[in-house]
């Protein structure tokens, strides 16, 4: 044992001694082997294919430490090279961080590793790429392009295609298939053997330059197919062969351009060309040089050139003896008396065409031809003023012509329209509207003469002018029908309305045109009689209230007084310059709780919004008690507000009643509006009752028929008067029936009629007395006691007590049976009260009338006033009389 040995040996026997001496030992962490296949591990022999999306955990580092310390885990790639996976240092998950591609790299190195934080286990490891079907095949020295001969056998190949795939197994393995075009025709002229990729060109197929100079065959190269991201793909690719037929010599020439036809004419010369055939070689990839030759029909007079084809003329036409000959010839190869086409060229002898149309006038030949007439002439007309001669001086077919007029329209025909040699021109009307001064005073045309059957077509044209003169045959033309113009009701006079216009297109004074204007409206207008300009005659007042619409007619008329007429509608715009008007400033108005009472103003403006009234309540004392509908002016109590009771104990004072300042405001622009004060009495529906309990006249309807009346005392006056006239006489009527009824029947006592008497309260009598003008309003004018002996102004505003009714005059009862004077004698016992009525004596005058609506709402009122008057006053009639029997009991 050498030195080395016995240092290292001892070295060993201390590391030994102090780990028994510490009483522990550490041992490295290792991993766990599970073999090929195995998920987890040390990745020994790991296989992942190439198509593994990106981070996809693809194995787990697994190991053990023996002393069960806690191990982490690694994992590196050489310097310079991918680094493909990617490890959880605990967990030891291996995930893919970078695709995988088996062509370019099938395997990969990389170190794992293990440590417990003091001992680390590192091991170098193989991961194998395995292949999945990504990759297409790739055809090999493309471009494809071959020539193949036209007279190539079918079943002969021309070309292989090679397509390479570098996948393995299945999907590196190629086929080949042709693919058919849509565009094309499917049945190809060539076939692919599917597993070497040999072209061949189809059995019982042969190639035809002429027909077609080149095919395109698309070629498909697929792979076997195989799995790529769990799914099987099959993979191809294209490519196009280019296959261009060589031409080979196999058709023969042909003529071009039959059938062919030539010419011989009077000065022709020998040697002069007649015609010239032309034929090309059917081989037209390598043609070949082609012989020209005559068959037969020549008859010694016609040579052709064997080069190029002319035929020419070798003796003078005046020694041909035929006008028609039928030249054979035939076109050929040297190669072969079997490659040869045949045409026959058909010679015609005719006159020389040398002499075109001409046109003659009356001193010779002549190009321009006019004439001067009136507009309109009538349809058939012959142009007489036209001396028009046309003369062709060929003979035969070379002095046949047609005649044709070119012109604006089918204003104008000629006669005759075919032409042998010579003939008279003649120019007729066929649409007389088309000669119209005013759409031109000249009308041009171009007179042709064309030769119909020659070859040379010779032609002459000449000019054919019109001058036409004028006649009144138009009548002005408004440019409408009817005009309409608005304007301002407050428009000074002369104000310019609308301007009218009327076309005349005659000349001279037949087209001047003068305007006036008639009919019903047209005295407040006028019109300048050449501008057509209407304004507003200068002392005009136009007011949209009064007349807001008017229509008139305007005629315009030329020198000869023919006329047309428009009719011309005004309207007047109406402006906002009234204010709303009530029928006076204070208005009074009885309202039973439950009933609404409506105001009304008028507006004197004629249109919307201008006469569009809306309502409101300005000030009210006390407040908050009525409600207005701003529309229509109906004034009702607030919803809450049910009976009298509610009323008086809004306010202190018995007289229930209540002053409203309201606004009537217009919707014009600007807005116009006006004030009324409208005194309200409120009252409750008389009970029936009532009626029957011997109470004075229902109040409201009294003191509403006072309100209406207050204007007119004596018509209250005559009312009562009236009312009273009527009871007295119906009294007086019955007392007689009943006095001549007792007489007949010899009974002169009395029917007594025991009723109760009931206790009467002394009712104050009405006075009348002077209406008292004092400062406190409108209101103050109706004055009256009330039942304490005071008296109330209507007019202060405040609290007040209800004037009583008047009462019905007292009838006198009917005479008794005994004595005329004792009956008498009772009636004067009891004293007669006679009603008196307060009022002032004033009419009021308003500013508008009222509508029949409302006249006929008023009357409606009055007529249930009257009645309930009349009601009233036979109850209280029959109430006295009842008072007045008492007296018999």
């Not at 291996?94 to 099938?106: G, P």
């Not at 032609?459 to 409408?480: K, M, Q, R, Y």
């Amino acid at each position: 044992m050498n030195a080395e040995e016995r240092t290292r040996v001892l070295w060993f026997l201390l590391a030994l001694c102090q780990l028994n001496s510490e009483g522990q030992s550490d041992y490295a962490p290792y991993f766990y082997d599970y073999g090929p296949g195995a998920t987890h591990g040390n990745m020994a022999l790991f296989s992942i294919s190439e198509d593994t999306p990106v981070g996809t955990h693809v194995y787990t580092l697994n190991g053990t430490d023996p002393e069960e310390d806690p191990v982490r885990y690694g994992l590196t790639f050489e310097q310079g090279t991918k680094e493909y996976f990617r490890v959880d240092p605990k967990s030891g998950n291996v995930t893919l961080v970078q695709e995988l591609d088996r062509e370019k790299q099938a395997e990969i190195s990389a170190l794992v590793s293990i440590t417990d934080g003091r001992n680390k286990v590192a091991e170098t490891v193989r991961i194998f790429v395995t292949d999945a079907n990504d990759e297409q095949p790739e055809f090999q020295n493309l471009p494809f392009a071959i020539d193949v001969p036209e007279d190539t056998a079918p079943g002969s190949s021309v070309y292989k295609v090679t397509a390479v795939d570098k996948d393995m197994g299945s999907g590196g393995s190629v086929s080949y298939y042709l693919q058919v075009n849509r565009h094309s025709s499917p049945l190809t002229k060539f076939t692919i053997d599917g597993h070497s990729g040999v072209l061949r060109i189809r059995a019982n197929e042969t190639l035809d330059y002429e027909t077609t100079p080149a095919h395109f065959v698309t070629v498909v190269a697929q792979d076997g197919g195989g799995k790529y991201k769990g799914q099987h793909q099959v993979m191809s690719s294209t490519a196009t062969v280019t296959i261009n037929v060589v031409d080979a010599q196999d058709t023969p020439p042909s003529f071009v351009g039959t059938p062919y036809f030539g010419y011989i004419y009077e000065v022709s010369l020998p040697g002069s060309e007649i015609f010239t055939v032309y034929a090309k070689d059917g081989d037209q990839g390598n043609p070949n040089s082609i012989h020209y030759s005559i068959m037969n029909g020549s008859d010694g007079v016609f040579d052709i050139n064997s080069t190029s084809g002319c035929i020419s003329l070798t003796t003078n036409p005046s020694q041909l003896k035929s006008e028609l000959y039928e030249i054979r010839v035939k076109v050929g190869l040297p190669s072969g008396p079997m490659d040869y086409d045949i045409t026959t060229v058909t010679v015609r002898v005719v006159d020389l065409n040398n002499h075109p149309p001409t046109f003659y006038g009356e001193t010779g030949p002549q190009n321009r031809f006019e004439v001067t007439m009136f507009e309109h002439p009538p349809a058939g007309e012959i142009l007489r003023g036209f001396k028009i001669t046309v003369n062709d001086s060929d003979q035969g077919a070379n002095a046949k012509f047609k005649l044709r007029l070119v012109g604006p329209g089918r204003v104008l025909r000629v006669v005759p329209q075919t032409v042998l040699n010579e003939a008279q021109v003649t120019i007729i009307v066929e649409d007389t509207s088309g000669i119209d001064y005013e759409k031109g005073s000249t009308l041009t045309f171009k007179l042709l003469a064309i030769e119909i059957d020659t070859p040379e077509r010779f032609s002459a044209t000449a000019d054919i002018i019109i001058h036409l003169l004028d006649t009144n045959d138009n009548v002005p033309a408004f440019t409408s029908e009817y005009y309409v113009a608005r304007i301002d009701e407050n428009s000074p006079g002369g104000s310019s309305l609308v301007s009218v216009t009327a076309i005349d297109p005659d000349s001279g004074p037949w087209g001047e045109v003068k305007y006036t204007i008639y009919g019903s409206g047209s005295d407040l207008f006028s019109i300048h009689f050449s501008t057509g300009l209407i304004s507003t005659q200068p002392w005009a007042t136009l007011d949209a209230e009064a007349r807001s619409k008017y229509n008139f007619y305007v005629k315009a008329e030329d020198g000869e007084g023919e006329y047309s007429l428009a009719e011309v509608f005004v309207t007047v715009l109406d402006l906002n310059d009234h204010s709303p008007e009530f029928h006076e400033s204070l208005l009074e108005e009885t309202m039973v709780i439950g009933a609404p009472v409506r105001i009304e103003a008028v507006d004197e403006d004629a249109e919307s919004p201008n006469n569009v009234i809306e309502y409101s309540i300005m000030k009210a004392d006390p407040k908050n008690i009525f409600d207005i509908d701003c529309n229509t002016g109906v004034i009702k109590l607030k919803p809450y507000i049910k009976s009298m009771e509610i009323i008086h104990n809004i306010t202190k004072s018995q007289e229930c009643k209540w002053s409203l300042l309201v606004e009537a405001r217009d919707r014009g622009s600007p807005s116009f509006s006006t004030t009324a004060v409208l005194n309200i009495d409120i009252t409750e529906r008389e009970k029936s009752s009532d009626r029957l309990s011997g109470r004075p006249l229902s109040t409201p309807l009294m003191a509403a028929f006072l309100k209406r009346s207050r204007g007119s005392p004596m018509k209250v006056l005559g009312m009562v008067t009236g009312i009273i006239s009527l009871l007295v006489g119906a009294t007086v009527l019955f007392s007689t029936a009943m006095y001549l009824r007792n007489t007949k029947s010899n009974r002169i006592s009395p029917a007594r009629r025991i009723i109760k008497r009931r206790p009467r309260h002394p009712e104050p009598p009405w006075s009348f007395r002077m209406p008292i003008f004092r400062d406190a309003g409108p209101s103050s004018k109706f004055l009256a006691d009330d039942p304490e002996g005071g008296r109330a102004d209507r007019g202060a505003g405040g609290p007040r007590a209800k004037p009583p009714p008047p009462n019905a005059p007292s009838l006198p009862p009917p005479p008794p049976p005994s004595s005329a004077t004792a009956s008498k004698a009772r009636t004067s016992e009891r004293p007669r009260v006679l009603p008196t009525i307060s009022g002032v004596l004033a009419s009021r005058s308003f500013k508008k009338p009222k509508a029949s609506s409302s006249s006929g709402s008023g009357s409606g009122r009055k007529e249930t006033m009257s009645s309930a008057l009349v009601s009233e006053l036979k109850m209280r009639l029959e109430q006295k009389i009842n008072e007045s029997n008492q007296g018999y009991c």
